[in-house]
């Protein structure tokens, strides 16, 4: 006879028991006034199921009884003091009989604390407590499983070790809506998901792990076990220095790279480089050509490639689909041993509606709103996470430090975080819902995007956040003790929409458009701006750099190249996207590698040299990085010669003693004789001249420098007489 009742174990056979602890395993039971050790086990593949228990000197072995034909199984053993620990061994039905510890014997794996800690939002680490963890457990070697699901009736382990059936490993429940299980003797690669039934309707589905750190190569979508702990980083000397390299006083020169397109491998099919080849071919491209940092796509696992990465199905998880996350460790590593800096694409706004993902997680709208006025993009068919929700904030307040922690990551940049901010964000009338206060503003994400700063801040100084916010929000780079959001950086959209309408005209008609050159002075210094100009402004029919460019193909690459030279003299930090370096006349392909070929073209090479070139003098010059967000590092020259649509400034550093002089031609006219007023006497050495013949340009230009006249000009005490060449910016610095 069992020794529970009979709708006791059906709920275990069914797979619908609330706690199957208090029935599986070991129990201290009263039989006939004598207490006993029932040991239950529900092995439904299991022909026989023996207990092995180890003495000091032999094994003993206890049968147990089958008591229903789908594999419900127990065992009476004499009482001791404590519940020894014992081994399983299952004789199934086909195949060789194999051994293993019984899940049901072991402890409690999460502490009290931990589990308040995620109720109220403010577990740190919670990447280090949920999901799948290899621990060593009362001397016995497993998986420690858990995961938020509040509203399940049951949460069940499933993998390829028990044959993906829910019936075998269901978890225990916790406060707060934790599961959580200890699976013994599983090891690295396990391969698991969680099958989750709700209390509503018998919904039930199979769900990649929310916090698992490495998932199937696409379309799969579970999830992998692997331990985090094992590689061995070298780039402490970086992180040291790390600060500095990142402070709003340094070089950074941001080059923006999708890993899957960089370049590809055509001898063997087309195929994606792995991290580690990456590591070696991007760094050896990247460090000569002078740039500082490298900003990736987002990274984390996303099943379809044309989302480019901004539809994440796992958040922990980098992307399979270039190798394991030792192998993104190892890019990171090697970046950093090469004094490449590291940010990465982050995307807490939105999540995709796969069913294997957070989408109705256990049921309902744990993740997202249940109202679509709230909880969902039009624009781009995805869900908006409820920023409300104290177990949401922490799952992405998490994300963030963990990929600022495990990875080494140095800086995120945050996408669309104006999607974010309004509540009405592409929206129309009646299709959206007010905040408390009847505003536009999303409060709850506000909450979350402090937050989220405070926390990076503080849990890893040195690192930097970034904003992709294309409105006109005040403060978003400004601490949020001033009320502010607490970015250190934000995407100037404004001056990269200007510029690329300029550029885009023909010059007989930039006269008229002036206006779109100097406008972003006006605003300037209101936050510490990065200039983009990114992978959005490059695919979907709005064509490359160079093919917006007007005119014959030696001025579309001189247009080109005279920008170029103007975006590095402009006020803020910079960064390109690959392929625009060399000027790529295709629109950016996701699915194909850059036209590396190019390269054996002089227009392109020229493109490649001055980018090169313009990043050296970026970094060697204070004048070019120290005093980018307030007035004292720009002086405008002349931004009135409209009828010529040239412009000069000046750029100055800290000190005041090394100014570099710019002026840019935006038309197809050389202008000899012209005269710019410059801030002292002595020789003006030109440092860089967009038309000079190694760049593909036409070598106009001043012969190396000129010196000034005692004639003051513009508003200076003195004046060079130079030759502005055509479509081109020259830089000139006195060197006496």
Request: proline content about 6%; hydrophobic content about 40%; aromatic content about 14%.
């Amino acid at each position: 006879m069992p020794t529970v009742d009979w709708s006791t174990i059906d709920a275990i056979r069914g797979a619908y028991q609330p706690d199957p602890f208090t029935v599986l395993g070991p129990h201290v039971i009263d039989v006939n006034g004598n207490q006993v050790l029932a040991i239950r086990v529900f092995q439904p593949y299991a022909r026989a199921v023996t207990i092995l228990m180890d003495g000091q000197e032999t094994t003993r072995e206890y049968p147990t009884e089958r008591l229903t034909d789908d594999g419900y199984f127990e065992a009476i053993l004499p009482n001791r003091d404590t519940v020894p620990r014992y081994r399983l061994r299952i004789t199934p039905w086909e195949g060789e009989a194999y051994e293993i510890h019984d899940p049901y014997a072991f402890p409690l794996i999460l502490s009290d604390y931990d589990i308040y800690l995620i109720g109220e939002g403010n577990h740190l680490r919670i990447y280090e407590k949920l999901g799948a963890h290899l621990i060593e457990m009362e001397g016995v070697r497993g998986v420690a499983f858990a995961v938020w699901a509040p509203n399940a009736e049951r949460v069940s382990v499933i993998g390829n070790w028990n044959r993906w059936d829910g019936r075998v490993n269901p978890m225990r429940q916790r406060d707060n809506g934790i599961w959580e299980i200890f699976i013994p003797d599983l090891d690295e690669g396990a391969r698991y998901k969680y099958e989750i039934k709700s209390r509503f309707a018998g919904w039930m589905a199979e769900k990649t792990d929310p916090y698992g750190v490495y998932t199937e190569l696409r379309p799969g979508t579970a999830s992998i076990v692997f331990d985090l702990d094992k590689y061995e980083w070298g780039d402490a000397e970086w992180l040291a220095g790390r600060a500095a390299a990142n402070a709003l006083d340094a070089p950074i020169a941001i080059y923006e790279v999708h890993l899957g397109s960089w370049r590809r491998v055509p001898e063997e099919g087309g195929r994606f480089l792995t991290y580690r080849e990456l590591a070696h071919q991007l760094v050896d491209y990247v460090k000569p050509m002078g740039y500082t940092h490298i900003e990736l796509l987002p990274v984390a696992e996303h099943p379809l490639d044309a989302s480019w990465g901004y539809q994440v199905l796992a958040y922990y998880a980098p992307t399979s689909r270039f190798g394991t996350p030792a192998d993104f460790m190892y890019f990171v590593d090697h970046c950093h041993r090469n004094g490449i800096g590291v940010f990465l694409d982050w995307v807490p706004g939105h999540f995709p509606k796969d069913i294997s993902g957070l989408n109705y997680f256990d049921g309902t709208h744990l993740y997202e709103h249940a109202d679509p006025r709230l909880g969902e993009h039009q624009d781009w068919g995805t869900l908006i996470f409820n920023y409300g929700r104290n177990e949401v904030r922490n799952f992405l307040l998490g994300n963030a430090l963990y990929w600022l922690d495990t990875y080494h990551i140095d800086g995120l940049r945050v996408d669309a975080v104006a999607s974010m901010l309004y509540l009405d964000y592409s929206r129309n009338e009646g299709e959206w819902l007010p905040n408390i206060y009847g505003g536009r503003e999303n409060l709850e994400a506000l909450a979350f995007l402090r937050r989220f700063n405070e926390l990076t801040h503080t849990e890893h100084p040195g690192t930097v956040t970034m904003a992709e916010e294309s409105t006109a929000w005040p403060m978003v780079s400004r601490p949020t003790y001033l009320g502010g959001l607490g970015f250190d950086m934000k995407w100037n959209m404004g001056w990269m929409n200007d510029m690329l309408v300029y550029m885009s005209k023909e010059p007989i008609h930039r006269r008229y458009h002036h206006n779109l050159l100097t406008f972003s002075l006006m605003y300037a210094f209101s936050e510490n701006f990065i200039l983009p100009l990114s992978h959005d402004e490059v695919v979907h029919g709005k064509r490359s750099l160079i093919y917006k460019m007007p005119g014959d193909l030696w001025q579309k690459f001189a247009n080109l190249r005279a920008f170029f030279g103007y975006m590095y003299g402009h006020p803020g930090k910079k960064l390109l996207f690959m392929g625009s370096e060399f000027a790529q006349f295709r629109e950016w392909n996701a699915a194909e590698s850059l036209d590396w070929h190019l390269l054996a073209y002089p227009f392109h090479r020229g493109v490649q040299q001055f980018v090169h070139d313009l990043n050296q003098l970026y970094r060697r010059e204070p004048a070019l990085h120290e005093v980018d967000f307030n007035w004292e590092g720009f002086e405008w020259i002349d931004f009135r010669d409209v009828d010529r649509s040239i412009l000069a400034f000046i750029r100055w550093a800290e000190d005041k003693t090394e100014p570099l002089i710019f002026v840019s031609n935006f038309t197809p006219v050389s202008r000899e004789g012209y005269r710019v007023g410059v801030p002292r006497l002595g020789f003006y050495k030109e440092l860089i001249n967009s038309d000079a013949e190694a760049y593909g340009g036409g070598n106009i230009g001043n012969t190396g420098g000129l010196p000034a006249d005692d004639i003051p000009w513009q508003g200076q005490p003195a004046s060079i007489l130079i030759t502005a060449p055509p479509l081109a910016t020259v830089i000139l610095k006195p060197t006496s």
